[in-house]
Nanobody, 124 residues
Framework: QVQLVESGGGLVQPGGSLRVSCRAS????????MGWFRQAPGKEREFVAA????????FYGDSVKGRFTIYRDDAKNSVHLQMTSLKPEDTADYYCAAGRRRVATIKSCDYEYWGQGTQVTVSS
């Protein structure tokens, strides 16, 4: 069983930066691939970024490529999403997810554990 808790959301101006983090409880965090998804009001959940157990393998959604970076710190059971050049369309609830696959995927159904989400609002 893995429990995930997100933090770091908030209000940021367009063009600004923000880092959201996810802390996992339990052992063997390094064996889980990790993902970030987001959901805006009235929209479906969208894949944002994912990182495999081998930290060199990462994936990004087309809308965030070049602006967001996902990285993990297995010693601290945590995964982070560094967001730069934020746009109003990045406004959403951001969810951290953990999956038993060693290689991360972009599909939400491949992740067994989910956090409660943290809200990110990009507005002037």
């Amino acid at each position: 069983q893995v429990q995930l808790v997100e933090s770091g959301g908030g209000l940021v101006q367009p063009g600004g930066s923000l880092r959201v983090s996810c802390r996992a409880s339990g052992r063997k965090f390094g064996r889980y691939s990790m993902g970030w998804f987001r959901q805006a009001p009235g929209k479906e959940r969208e894949f944002v970024a994912a990182i495999s157990t081998t930290r060199s393998l990462t994936f990004y959604g087309d809308s965030v490529k070049g602006r967001f970076t996902i990285y993990r710190d297995d010693a601290k059971n945590s995964v982070h999403l560094q967001m730069t050049s934020l746009k109003p369309e990045d406004t959403a609830d951001y969810y951290c997810a953990a999956g038993r696959r060693r290689v991360a995927t972009i599909k939400s159904c491949d992740y067994e554990y989910w956090g409660q989400g943290t809200q990110v609002t990009v507005s002037s």
